[in-house]
Structures are given as C-alpha cells and as structure tokens.
C-alpha cells in the first residue's frame, strides 16, 4: 500500500510563490505517473498538472506558465512550485501515484489572500 505525505501548504499574499512535496512511500512496485488535483470550495475537483515517470509534464491552462511540475525519481517525490498565485488558486490540493493503483495524499491547503 503506498503512503503519500504531503508538506508545503500554507497562506500567502497575491503574487507570491509556495512550492508543495508529495513523498511516497511503501511499495516495491515503480510507480507511473504522479500529480496534483486540487478543490476550491464548492467546486469539482480539479487536475493541475501530473508528470510521467519520464519527467512528461501536463498542466491545466489554468496554471500554465505559473506552475511547475517536477520529480525526484530516487526519492520517489513530486513537486510543484507554485509562482504568480492568485485568490483563485485558494484550493485544498491533493498529490497522487499511480502504482498498481492510484494513491492518494491527505491534501495541504492552500490560501492565497491578502
């Protein structure tokens, strides 16, 4: 069963910049693509962006050109660094790792606010 834990949420102001891990952790099996989902309040979930284990990024248009997505094979980590927030980007944000199946993280908050 693979663990995911998350760290690097948080409250920041308009503009500025967070960068959010995801670890995984528990299984003998490689794993395939990882990501990040997010939810607003009162909204459907949301793919942000995800990267294949050959380092392949996708992103929502949403977040393109603020975002970044990246991973650490050996560590099993995926990252996202997040520049250019904006309120809009205020979500509870959710890592995932496809293995034999998809996990997932607990979620880190994120506010973006003045």
């Known amino acids: 069963q693979v663990q995911l834990v998350e760290s690097g949420g948080g409250l920041v102001q308009p503009g500025g910049s967070l960068r959010l891990s995801c670890a995984a952790s528990g299984t003998a099996f490689t794993i395939a693509a990882m990501g990040w989902y997010r939810q607003a309040p009162g909204k459907e979930y949301e793919l942000v962006a995800h990267i294949s284990s050959g380092g392949n990024p996708n992103y929502a248009d949403s977040v393109k050109g603020r975002f970044t997505i990246s991973r650490d094979n050996a560590k099993n980590t995926v990252y996202l660094q997040m520049t250019g927030l904006k309120p809009e980007d205020t979500a509870a944000y959710y890592c995932?790792?496809?293995?034999?199946?998809?996990?997932w993280g607990q979620g880190t908050q994120v506010t973006v606010s003045s």
């Open positions: 995932f790792a496809d293995a034999r199946t998809r996990a």
